[in-house]
């Protein structure tokens, strides 16, 4: 299936009803920085590229390594990423540590 692109400004806002302690003015001020490194290739410890929607939270890591599921589905991540290289995401869920 694969990642479910979403924009900044609507996950911000997802997340914050979601999650009402959350400051919106942080939140995108940490998603901002955490979209920078992607787009600069910041990888997962175990070598995939991270995903920005848990990483935001949950510390530089790929989808696999934070949810412990091989792939993605329908999950969100920055639509600005995924589409950054002709990306379709499955790089983003292939955690080279967990797939057998």
């Known amino acids: ?10 996950y ?12 919106a003015a942080e939140l995108l001020a940490r998603l ?3 979209i920078l490194d992607a787009l ?7 070598g995939a590229l ?3 929607v848990g990483s935001v939270s949950a510390g ?3 989808f696999t390594c934070i949810t412990g599921e091989a792939f ?18 499955r790089e983003l869920g292939r955690c080279p540590q967990k797939i057998l």
């Open 72 to 89: 993605p589905s329908e999950d969100y991540e920055i639509d600005e990423v995924l589409t950054a290289g002709g990306s379709t995401g």
């Open 40 to 46: 600069a290739g910041a990888r997962c410890h175990c």
């Open 12 to 23: 911000v806002e997802l997340h914050v009803k979601a999650n009402p302690d959350e400051k």
């Open 1 to 10: 299936m694969g990642f479910v692109p979403i924009g900044v400004r609507e």
């Open 60 to 62: 530089y890591a790929c």
């Open 32 to 34: 901002r920085s955490c």
């Open 50 to 52: 991270i995903w920005v």
